[in-house]
C-alpha cells in the first residue's frame, strides 16, 4: 500500500492499482492520520478540523468514514478481525504504515539524509520528483491541510536549494540552470536561489550570464527591499570576476586554494580512510579529480589519478552507486583509449578500479561479468609485474568480485590471508587492516567466533597505528553479532543485552559516511536475533528495512498475521543480489516459505544455499548473524 499527500490525496495498492477511498471527508480523514505521522489523533481533534461547525452527528460521520477507509485500505481483512493500518487508540484513531509507504514522508526523511550525508542527494533528487503538485492539493479549504501545505512548501524549496548546492559543490551541475532559472523566477526573494543560478551558470561556461543575474538579484533587492545583497552574493560576484570561482574548466577548487587533480586524489586517498564527513568529501574530490584530469586530454595522468585511489573496501554495496558508475566509465574510457599497447602497471591499476568500484550489490546485465574479468586481469598483470602494492589493489577487487554463490566464505578467507601476508611482509598498513577485516568475516561466516574475535582484535590494533576510525565501528557489530550468536547457548547473554549492543553499533556506524553498509543493517540484525530466539519478525513502521525490505517483508506480514499478504509478497520475491548479504536473505525465503507451506520457494531457497550449509546466515559480513544455514535448509527441505 502507498499513500500520496504530494499533490491530490491518494491511494495505490502494491501493484500500482489505486484504491477507491470515498469521497471528500473520507480523503479528508486520511490526509489527516497521514500528517500525524503515526501518532494518535484524538477524535475531537478530527471532528474540529474537519468541520468549522461540527454538525450533532459528526461523531458518528467519523466512524462511518473510518470504517470505509479501513476497507478500502485493507480489503482481505478477515471479519471481526482488529485492523493493521487504520487502527483505533485511546481516544482517537492512528495510521500504520512504514515511512517509505507515504511519499510525504519518504520526501522528509530524504531532505534529513541529505541534510546529514550529501551523497544522499540521488535519494533528494527522487523525492523531489515525486511531487505532483501542491501537498494535499485536493483540500484547499482545511485550515489544517493549509498550514501543512505551507511547511511542507517550505521544505520543499530548501530541497531544491540543498540538492542544487551539493551538485554544485561536488563539481557537477551545469544541467542545473533551467530549473533554478524557473525556481528564482517564482521565488524572487530567496536570495541563496540566486547564487545557485549564477554558480550553475558560471559551471556551464556562461561567465557573463553569471554576472548578469548576480547583478538582477542586487537590483532587485536594493530596488524593491531596499537591502544590499549578502556577504554570499558579493563575494561569489568578486570570485567570478578574479577568475577564482570554480567553473567546468578548471580544475579542483578547495576552500580558497587552487589544487591539481595529483594533490587532490592524494588528498582524497588520505581523507577517505578518516570516515564521516571526510570520506563523504573524498568521494567528492576523488570525481573531480578524475574529471579535471580528463579535461586535461593527457590519457597518462588520468590513468594515474584514476588508479592512485587505491582505498581498501570490503562491502559489496557501495556508498554513492552513481558515483562508482561515474569512476568504472572514466577507468574504462581510459583503457579504451590507451589501447592494448598502454603500461602493464597502468592497465592493472585502471582494471582494478573497475573491479573494486562495481559493487557486486548493484550489478545488472552484463557488468557482472566484466567486473569479474577485470579482477582477473588485474590480478595476473600485478602478479607479472611482481608489484605487492598493485598486487593488494587487485586482490582486493578479486575479493568484492567473489560473491558469486553462496558458500564462499572460504575461498574469501584464501584472498585475505594472502592480502594480509602481502601487507605485513611489504609494510602495507592498511591493507593489512583489510586482510584482518576479510579473515574476520570469513571466519564469522564459518562459524569460528574464537578466530573471528583475534582478528578482531589484530584488526584494532592496527588501526590505532594507522588513524583508521572506522575499524573500530566494524568490529563493534562484528562482538554484537558475536553476543547475539552466544546468547543462544546456556547462560550466554540475553537477547536484550545483544540487542543493546546491536543498537550501540548501529549509532557509531549512523555517521561513519557509509550509506551502502549501513541502510538496513540494524532491522535485519534485529530480525536475525528474533530468529534465534524464535520470535516473530520486529514490526515497527519506522524501522528502516533498505534494500533488505522484499526478503523481510513476507516475515514482517506474517508477523502481523496478514498471511495472504505474505504468501504474494513471498512468491514474488526475487533472487537476492550477489553481496555479503545473500546467504541471510536466502534464509529469510526458507524460513518463509516453510512457514507458508510454498514448496517452489523452499526448493529455490534449497538448492542455492546447499554449498553453504556449512556457515551461518548473515555472518558473511561480520556484522550479524540468523543463526547456521542448516537450520534453514532443514526447514525448507521438510
Keep these: 500500500m502507498q499513500i500520496d499527500v504530494l499533490g491530490a490525496v491518494r491511494a495505490r495498492r502494491d501493484d500500482g492499482g489505486p484504491v477507491d477511498l470515498g469521497g471528500p471527508r473520507h480523503r479528508e480523514v486520511l490526509a489527516r492520520l497521514v500528517a500525524a505521522e503515526g501518532r494518535m489523533v484524538s477524535t475531537d481533534t478530527l471532528v474540529d478540523d474537519l468541520w468549522a461547525d461540527p454538525p450533532g452527528r459528526a461523531v458518528g460521520a467519523l466512524r462511518t468514514f473510518v470504517a470505509a477507509l479501513r476497507r478500502a485500505l485493507e480489503p482481505d481483512r478477515a471479519p471481526r478481525t482488529p485492523p493493521r493500518v487504520l ?13 517509505e509507504d507515504v511519499d510525504v514522508h519518504r520526501f522528509e526523511d530524504a531532505l534529513a539524509r541529505a541534510r546529514r550525508h550529501p551523497e544522499a542527494v540521488t535519494g533528494l533528487g527522487a523525492a523531489l520528483a515525486a511531487w505532483r503538485g501542491p501537498a494535499y ?14 511547511r511542507l512548501e517550505e521544505l520543499r524549496l530548501e530541497a531544491v536549494e540543498l540538492r542544487a548546492r551539493i551538485l554544485l559543490d561536488s563539481g557537477e551541475g551545469a544541467d542545473l540552470v533551467a530549473g533554478l532559472g524557473a525556481h528564482v523566477a517564482e521565488h524572487p526573494w530567496r536570495e541563496p536561489a540566486w547564487a545557485l543560478l549564477a554558480r550553475a551558470l558560471h559551471r556551464a561556461g556562461r561567465r557573463a550570464d553569471a554576472l548578469a543575474t548576480l547583478r538582477r538579484a542586487r537590483a532587485m533587492l536594493v530596488d524593491q527591499l531596499g537591502l544590499d545583497p549578502g556577504a554570499e552574493l558579493r563575494k561569489l560576484e568578486t570570485d567570478i570576476l578574479t577568475g577564482s570561482a570554480d567553473a567546468a574548466g578548471t580544475s579542483w577548487t578547495g576552500s580558497g586554494i587552487r589544487l591539481g587533480p595529483r594533490t587532490t586524489v592524494d588528498l582524497a586517498r588520505t581523507l577517505a580512510l578518516a570516515g564521516g564527513d571526510a570520506l563523504v568529501h573524498s568521494r567528492r574530490d576523488r570525481l573531480a579529480a578524475i574529471r579535471a584530469a580528463e579535461r586535461t586530454g593527457d590519457l597518462s595522468l588520468t590513468a594515474r589519478i584514476i588508479g592512485a585511489y587505491d582505498v581498501p573496501a570490503l562491502w559489496s554495496r557501495a556508498d554513492d552507486p552513481e558515483q562508482s558508475r561515474a569512476v568504472v566509465a572514466a577507468a574504462e574510457r581510459t583503457l579504451t583509449a590507451l589501447g592494448p599497447g598502454a603500461p602493464a602497471d597502468l592497465r592493472a591499476r585502471l582494471l582494478a578500479t573497475v573491479a573494486v568500484e562495481s559493487r557486486s550489490a548493484d550489478l545488472s546485465g552484463t557488468e557482472p561479468d566484466r567486473a569479474r574479468e577485470a579482477a582477473r586481469q588485474a590480478e595476473a598483470l600485478a602478479r607479472d609485474l611482481a608489484d605487492p602494492a598493485l598486487l593488494a589493489f587487485a586482490l582486493n577487487g578479486v575479493f568484492l568480485q567473489s560473491f558469486t554463490r553462496p558458500g564462499l566464505a572460504e575461498t574469501r578467507d584464501r584472498t585475505g590471508r594472502e592480502i594480509l601476508d602481502l601487507a605485513t611482509e611489504h609494510d602495507l598498513p592498511h591493507f593489512a587492516v583489510l586482510g584482518r577485516l576479510i579473515r574476520l568475516q570469513s571466519a564469522s561466516a564459518l562459524g569460528d567466533l574464537d578466530a573471528a574475535t583475534a582478528h578482531a582484535d589484530a584488526a584494532d590494533h592496527l588501526a590505532a597505528t594507522t588513524e583508521a576510525p572506522l575499524v573500530p565501528v566494524l568490529t563493534a557489530w562484528f562482538r554484537a553479532r558475536a553476543t547475539a550468536a552466544r546468547g543462544t547457548e546456556p547462560g550466554g547473554p540475553s537477547a536484550a543485552t545483544a540487542a543493546a549492543r546491536y543498537r550501540a553499533a548501529e549509532d557509531a556506524l549512523r555517521t561513519a559516511g557509509m550509506p551502502g553498509l549501513h541502510r538496513g543493517l540494524f532491522p535485519l540484525a534485529l530480525l ?21 525490505r522484499p526478503w523481510a517483508r513476507p516475515l514482517v506480514l506474517l508477523a502481523q498475521d496478514r498471511t495472504e499478504k505474505a504468501r504474494t509478497a513471498l512468491t514474488a520475491l526475487p533472487a537476492p543480489p550477489h553481496d555479503h548479504m545473500q546467504e541471510a536473505l536466502w534464509c529469510l525465503a526458507a524460513h518463509a516459505a516453510a ?10 531457497a534449497v538448492a542455492a544455499l546447499r554449498p553453504a550449509a556449512a556457515e551461518h546466515a548473515g555472518a558473511a559480513g561480520g556484522m550479524l548473524t540468523l543463526g547456521p544455514v542448516a537450520r534453514y535448509l532443514s526447514e525448507a527441505t521438510a
Design 87 to 99: 487502527v483505533t487508540e485511546g481516544t482517537g484513531y492512528a495510521l500504520r504504515l512504514p515511512r
Design 137 to 150: 492539493a485536493d483540500l484547499p479549504d482545511a485550515a489544517w491541510a493549509g498550514r501543512e501545505r505551507t
Design 528 to 548: 536475525g536475533l528474533r530468529l534465534l530466539h524464535d520470535r516473530p519478525a520486529p514490526t515497527d513502521p519506522h524501522l528502516d528495512w533498505g534494500p533488505y
Design 595 to 604: 512457514r507458508l507451506g510454498d514448496p517452489e520457494t523452499a526448493a529455490r
